[in-house]
């Protein structure tokens, strides 16, 4: 049980460390990158709050361009030491806060 899940759980304040600060600052890099070059790219409705698509040649495009940033993204944070599966956690936290702030 990590130490986020256990003090939701139990109902106690959350602190983030500074690791957790950073590998989210990092994933909120590669969203906020990626989601620019979507709304310059996509020409298709938006749905949600999110620009789709209008297209498989942009959805090529806008798919291009988001394995380039989140390679880039690994990157740094294998420089900073961070294994893999810390990076992926972070990801998920940020697209959770992400998916409920555009409800």
Do not use: W
């Not at 709050?49 to 942009?58: C, K, L, R, S, Y």
């Not at 989140?70 to 806060?97: N, W």
């Amino acid at each position: 049980m990590t130490g986020e899940f256990f003090n939701y759980f139990m109902g106690l304040p959350f602190e983030k460390s500074a690791e957790d600060a950073a590998l989210e600052k990092l994933a909120e890099e590669y969203y906020e990158k990626t989601e620019a070059n979507d709304r310059k790219v996509c020409s298709g409705p938006e749905i949600n709050g999110v620009i789709m698509p209008a297209d498989g040649f942009e959805r090529s495009k806008i798919n291009s361009f988001a394995k380039k940033v989140r390679d880039e993204i690994d990157a740094k944070a294998r420089a900073m030491g961070f294994p893999e599966s810390r990076v992926r956690e972070a990801f998920a936290r940020v697209r959770q806060r992400i998916k409920h702030t555009k409800k």
